[in-house]
């Protein structure tokens, strides 16, 4: 089992940025892919990013593309979200996830029935 504990939403004007945090424990993430997604009252989960846990490959949705930046820490067993140039439209509960599935292309890993173990959530809400 792996549990996922995400922290550093919050409140912030159009413009800004943030950075979550998802730390990891219980079972060592090896070959795992961990995402992030979020989801807005009334709409969809979506996909934001994942990176592979043990080569760092990263992948990003095209809505976040070029504002937002996944990374992880192998030692702190944590993945970053950095996010900047913050829109309103980026208000959501974030969450991050760990698969327990190995291999697959970039885009298999862009829904949330891939990952087996999830967070429980941070607030980001975007003022204009």
């Known amino acids: 089992q792996v549990q996922l504990v995400e922290s550093g939403g919050g409140l912030v004007q159009a413009g800004g940025s943030l950075r979550l945090s998802c730390a990891a424990s219980?079972?060592?993430?090896?070959?795992?892919?961990v995402g992030w997604f979020r989801q807005a009252p009334g709409k969809e989960r979506e996909f934001v990013a994942h990176?592979?846990?043990?080569?760092?490959?990263?992948y990003h949705a095209d809505s976040v593309k070029g504002r937002f930046t996944i990374s992880r820490d192998r030692a702190k067993n944590t993945v970053y979200l950095q996010m900047n140039s913050l829109k309103p439209e980026d208000t959501a509960v974030y969450s991050c996830?760990?698969?327990?599935?190995?291999?697959?292309?970039?885009?298999?890993?862009?829904?949330?029935?891939?990952?087996?173990?999830w967070g429980q959530g941070t607030q980001v809400t975007v003022s204009s």
């Open positions: 996830a760990a698969s327990s599935s190995r291999g697959g292309s970039n885009s298999y890993y862009s829904t949330g029935d891939k990952y087996a173990y």
């Open positions: 219980g079972r060592t993430l090896v070959d795992n892919v």
């Open positions: 990176i592979r846990w043990a080569i760092g490959g990263t």
